[in-house]
Structures are given as C-alpha cells and as structure tokens.
C-alpha cells in the first residue's frame, strides 16, 4: 500500500532556530501534498497544501514567511519553521495525495513530528 | 463553510461490545469521506473511505455508513477489544479542493 515517511519524528530544538521536516512518498508521486497541525486533544488544522513544482497556497491565519514549504519533486515535501518559537510547538503531520487517484484512493498520512521548541 | 464534528468525544466500554462512532457535517457537496485511527503521538491510519454516491464499507469488524444528504456518518465497531483503543477520526473531502476537514475524534477506550 500506498506509504508515506516522515521526518524527524521528534525534535526539540531552541527558540530562533529553524528546523526542517521532510515529508516522503515511498512508493508513489504525490502531485499534491498537504501539511497539518495538531494541538493536543485537537483535531488536525490544515496549514497549507503543497502543489509540486509550485508555491504552496496557506490557509487563512497561517504565515508563510514563518512555515516555509517546498514541493520541489513528486516525491518530497518540506516544512520548515523559522525562528522557532515555544508556542510553535505542536504535532506537525503531513499527508500526501496520489497523483493516480481514482475513486478508490484515499489519502496517506506521514506519522508525524512532534516539535518542542525550548 | 464545512464543520464537521464528532461524537461523543470520549467512550469507554468492556471488550467485546459492539459500538457506534457518530460524524456529522454541515455541507452535504462532499467528495468523499473518510475515518483514521490515530494512536497517541502517531500519525494517522486510514480505516474506511465511502465515496459520495455509496452507502457504507465494511473492513473486518469495521463498517461505516454514509448519509450525505444528512450529513451523517457512523462507524460501527463490532465485538470491540483492547486494541482497539485509540482516538478515531472523521475527514470530509469538500468537492471543490483536495483538502480534507476533520473531526475533534472520539477519544475510546476498550477495557479487558
């Protein structure tokens, strides 16, 4: 099945830094890929949707100077938070959608980064 | 705009029980709808996918049934163990778009 790898999974890193989470389809291309954030007892909260070879359209509220994403290939996507604050902190999970999809295919999720931001 | 939402937000029964997961949504133009387990500080896990035009899917002790003019969704769990233990969640697949508007989840816990 379809899989999809993400990483870090856990990372602490201090306040003003930037870090880098790496988003993978394995075994299939995903011309689009999405990132979400999850607080905990939360539901996800989409933060944008990455569309290979093209800037990532962001969800109201969310700024885009601060979340960097690139979908530079079918196969990676990158989030990269800059000048990381403590209340950055959170689960970050990115999900990827087939570029095959017919009627059948849902979407495929990483199993996510948690960020701690000290 | 969609708002889905989930209930109850929390369950706890005895192994062995059969139960009943509830999802509703607002806008009934969806794409297609979709349930996930999440285990704590995991990502997501797909369960089931009913597409528009269908009615319900079935995996295993796992059935789920769609309502769209309603806006309705349940997922049925059948003789339920402890490993079935996890927080489960509603995704809704708006028409217009890829992305997916999720649920709060049932947070359920399975007792030996």
């Known amino acids: 099945g379809a899989v999809v790898s993400q990483h870090p999974s856990r990372v602490i890193c201090k306040s003003g830094t930037s870090v880098k989470i790496e988003c993978r389809s394995l075994d299939f291309q995903a011309t689009t890929m999405f990132w979400y954030r999850q607080f905990p007892k939360q539901s996800l909260m989409l933060m944008a949707t990455s569309n290979e070879g093209s800037k990532a359209t962001y969800e109201q509220g969310v700024e885009k100077d601060k979340f960097l994403i690139n979908h530079a290939s079918l196969t990676l996507s990158t989030l990269t938070v800059t000048s990381a604050h403590p209340e950055d902190s959170s689960f970050y999970i990115c999900?990827?959608?087939?570029?095959?999809?017919?009627?059948?295919?849902?979407?495929?999720f990483g199993s996510g980064t948690r960020l701690t931001v000290v | 705009k969609q708002e889905v939402t989930q209930i109850p937000a929390a369950l706890s029964v005895p192994e062995g029980e059969n139960l009943v997961l509830n999802c509703s949504f607002t806008?009934?133009?969806?794409?297609?709808l979709q349930w996930f387990r999440q285990d704590p500080g995991k990502g997501l896990t797909s369960l089931l996918l009913i597409q528009s035009s269908q009615r319900e899917q079935t995996s295993g002790r796992l059935n789920a049934s769609l309502d769209k003019s309603s806006g309705r969704s349940t997922l049925y769990i059948a003789a339920s163990q402890p490993g079935d233990s996890a927080t489960y969640l509603c995704?809704?697949?708006?028409?217009?778009?890829?992305?997916?508007?999720f649920g709060k989840g049932t947070s359920l816990l399975v007792t030996p």
């Open positions: 806008d009934s133009a969806i794409y297609n």
């Open positions: 999900s990827a959608r087939d570029s095959r999809e017919t009627a059948n295919y849902g979407y495929t």
């Open positions: 995704a809704v697949r708006r028409n217009s778009g890829y992305a997916l508007n």
